[in-house]
């Protein structure tokens, strides 16, 4: 089908977009007409790892469950996700047609960044695992935004983002307002993802995000495309065996 919805999806802390492009394959696969974005984090030091630089959407300080921490980078990674927002809604897909993802430290983001958009710029859904509320003593969930779709997949046996931290997270969204958490545990789950999960994960999006051709982008013609759009393209189309070591932009458009 065609791009008629975006999920963007965020990586936990050291990894990078391409830690979820299996994930977000297995997604694509059976939702054609969802547009994954997967951005990688800004590299800044982080204190919990003795100052090591690495990709990070803001600093961690502490193993506690960082409700108190001031999360220092926090507010410019908010921006970074809320323009990839304002890009995809610039290209035609309605906020009511995105959904926020995202893995321990990235599930913290969706939290962050969704739920403290403007009422008008509500999104479709944010889907959590193994994540939590980061600064939640700074946290004010947007009036006109209570009703939110919000999925929160944990593992029981989480030993980094323990799974109180979870419970802690739902109560206090809860407590602000929020009156559609669900809150999922897995069973001898530890800090990831597993099949369960993702099936969870795919009847969410696809609960949110329902295949609508109304909402579809018109198809760009070749000469339209940027080089990453010509080669997804391409890779969706499966000429990629073809068109291996075509690097110019013009080879793929002539």
């Given at each position: 089908?065609?791009?008629?919805?975006?999920?963007?999806?965020?990586?936990?802390?050291?990894?990078?977009?391409?830690?979820?492009?299996?994930?977000?394959?297995?997604?694509?696969?059976?939702?054609?007409?969802?547009?994954?974005?997967?951005?990688?984090?800004?590299?800044?030091?982080?204190?919990?790892?003795?100052?090591?630089?690495?990709?990070?959407?803001?600093?961690?300080?502490?193993?506690?469950?960082?409700?108190?921490e001031t999360c220092d980078g926090l507010d410019e990674s908010r921006n970074i996700v809320t323009n990839i927002i304002e890009s995809e809604v610039n290209l035609g897909i309605p906020y009511s047609r995105i959904v926020l993802a995202g893995f321990?430290?990235?599930?913290?983001?969706?939290l962050v960044t969704g739920l403290q958009l403007p009422a008008e710029k509500q999104v479709a859904g944010i889907l959590v695992m193994s994540?939590?509320?980061?600064?939640?003593?700074?946290?004010?969930?947007?009036?006109?935004l209570e009703n939110t779709p919000i999925l929160h997949c944990h593992g029981l046996a989480d030993p980094m983002v323990r799974y109180n931290w979870a419970e802690n997270t739902q109560a206090e969204i809860q407590r602000q307002g929020a009156l559609n958490y669900e809150l999922k545990s897995y069973r001898g789950l530890g800090h990831s993802l597993n099949e369960q999960v993702i099936q969870d994960a795919l009847k969410f999006i696809s609960e949110r995000l329902p295949d609508d051709p109304s909402f579809a982008l018109p198809a760009k013609s070749p000469s339209e495309m940027s080089i990453k759009e010509l080669k997804e393209a391409i890779r969706q189309a499966g000429l990629s065996h073809r068109a291996n070591g075509f690097r110019e932009k013009s080879e793929f458009v002539e």
């Open positions: 089908g065609k791009h008629s919805a975006s999920v963007l999806i965020m990586h936990g802390l050291g990894d990078s977009a391409e830690g979820f492009v299996d994930v977000a394959e297995m997604l694509s696969y059976r939702l054609p007409y969802v547009k994954f974005i997967l951005p990688t984090a800004p590299s800044s030091p982080v204190t919990l790892n003795g100052g090591m630089v690495m990709n990070s959407w803001y600093d961690i300080v502490g193993l506690d469950d960082r409700a108190s321990s430290q990235g599930g913290a983001m969706s994540g939590y509320l980061p600064r939640a003593n700074a946290f004010r969930l947007t009036h006109g």
